[in-house]
């Protein structure tokens, strides 16, 4: 069972940055993030493969961007331009196999940490 800890979530004015780190107990081919807002369904953020790959969500294109370490267990999900509509719970995943953003059941998953982005 991998473990995954997430962290650097936080309140934030629109048009702001932040960054979120998930370490993971062990390599996994791919991590990424999801989110969810109150009373919407679970989105997908953003993903990136062992070897670099990254996906992305529509509305995070050009504002997000993924990156992971050279050990492969940790994943960072540098968020700028941030935007009331971005507020959610951000939720670290990670799979043996690749996740694009049509996956929506990842096989491992965080606890999750909030982003509040205030107008």
């Known amino acids: 069972q991998v473990q995954l800890v997430e962290s650097g979530g936080g309140l934030v004015q629109a048009g702001g940055s932040l960054r979120l780190s998930c370490a993971a107990s062990e390599r996994t081919f791919s991590m990424g993030w999801f989110r969810q807002a109150p009373g919407k369904e679970r989105e997908f953020v953003a993903a990136i493969t062992w070897n670099g790959s990254a996906y992305y969500g529509n509305s995070m294109k050009g504002r997000f961007t993924i990156s992971r370490d050279n050990a492969k267990t940790t994943v960072y999900l540098q968020m700028n331009s941030l935007k009331p509509d971005d507020t959610a719970v951000y939720y670290c995943?990670?799979?043996?196999?690749?996740?694009?953003?049509?996956?929506?059941?990842?096989?491992?998953w965080g606890q999750g940490t909030q982003v509040t982005v205030s107008s």
């Open positions: 995943v990670a799979d043996s196999s690749i996740m694009l953003p049509t996956t929506t059941s990842p096989k491992y």
